[in-house]
């Protein structure tokens, strides 16, 4: 399934993608009610596990397709929230890309990388980010992300993924100047909305095998990283079992597993153009569709 979730008033919703649009579960439910609890919200579906995942795709599956039924929506007019929306934790893992270690001239980790961002870095799918006052050097980072979906600690790496509820697309933007500041990475990691997450959470079952994606990033149409998640230092089972081993993951969690070559600070100094006011930046992945932030000066 792909689900999404976005604001109606003053509240979030959980949607599921479909071929006619985005149903509103919330409303379809006000109209067709389910025989048994169907969840609402994204962070109560994913604690709810199979169960909770196997009773709203059955319910979607029998709703009726009506032509301008108000429980199904034109997803271009959504207004977009995080696809995950309260993780407990949001872990993130630095030079994961064999090509980013070298374009950086870094040495390639013995061990994962492990640095974290907070709930306020989170924000969604056609999002405005203010670029702080604090940064003159602004960058993004093509990710995938990985949502857990059920409780993990010192699991294998042979049963790692069955830990997975889905995956995402996100952008970790770096302050580049701000990360470089200190040996400590999350200074220019964990600022407001440096972490867009979507636009759609997809469950593992679509995916596959998710160290075999294609993974880009534009800026303002021009590409600027073009790789696949092959090229990881660390693949996301490694990743779940090794964080496991030191911390118990929860359901909600969210793990984003490094960035390819072809961010700025890559580049010959010369070269180097930040992310400014009015530039647009597409993450694609495959089968996770398209991320797209919108940069805008802090006020």
């Known amino acids: 399934m ?8 003053g509240s979030r919703r959980l949607g599921v993608h479909t071929g006619n ?24 579906l994913i604690r709810g596990g199979k169960d909770a995942l196997a009773a709203l795709e059955g319910y ?25 929306t309260e993780p407990q934790k949001l872990i993130c893992v630095g030079l994961n890309y064999r090509k980013h270690a070298e374009e950086t001239g870094s040495p390639i980790p013995e061990y994962p990388i492990l640095f974290n961002k907070f709930n306020n870095a989170l924000t969604g799918h056609q999002s405005t980010v203010a670029i702080p006052k604090v940064t003159k050097r602004l960058d993004y980072e093509a990710e995938l992300a990985i949502v857990v ?13 069955s830990y997975v509820f889905g995956y995402s697309a996100a952008n970790d933007l770096s302050a580049r100047d701000l990360q470089k500041r200190t040996g ?3 200074l220019g990691k964990a600022c407001d909305g440096f972490a867009p ?11 596959g095998n998710p160290n075999s994606l294609s993974i880009q990033t534009t800026v303002n149409g021009e590409m600027r990283q073009n790789s696949n998640t092959a090229d990881m230092i660390f693949y996301c089972d ?3 079992s090794y964080i496991s081993q030191h911390m118990t993951l929860e359901p909600g969690d969210v793990i984003l597993t490094g960035t390819p070559e072809g961010v700025v600070i ?27 932030s919108v940069f805008t000066a802090e006020e």
Not at 277 to 285: A, F, K, S, T
């Open 266 to 292: 890559g580049l010959p100094k010369e070269q180097r153009v930040f992310l400014q006011p009015g530039d647009e930046v597409v993450v694609r992945i495959e089968g996770l569709g398209e991320l797209r």
């Open 21 to 44: 649009g985005i149903v509103d579960v919330a409303g379809a439910l006000r109209i067709h009610p389910a025989d048994a609890p169907i969840a609402t919200d994204v962070m109560e």
């Open 149 to 161: 979906g059920r409780r993990a600690k010192n699991v294998s790496k042979e049963d790692a993924l």
């Open 2 to 9: 792909k689900l999404v979730t976005f604001r109606n008033g």
């Open 60 to 84: 979607v599956a029998k709703l009726p397709e009506e032509a301008g039924a108000p429980f199904l929506l034109d997803e271009a007019a959504l207004e977009w929230e995080p696809c995950v």
């Open 238 to 240: 490694e990743i779940v």
């Open 184 to 186: 400590q990475w999350m």
């Open 197 to 207: 997450l979507g636009p759609y959470l997809v469950t593992a079952d679509e995916i």
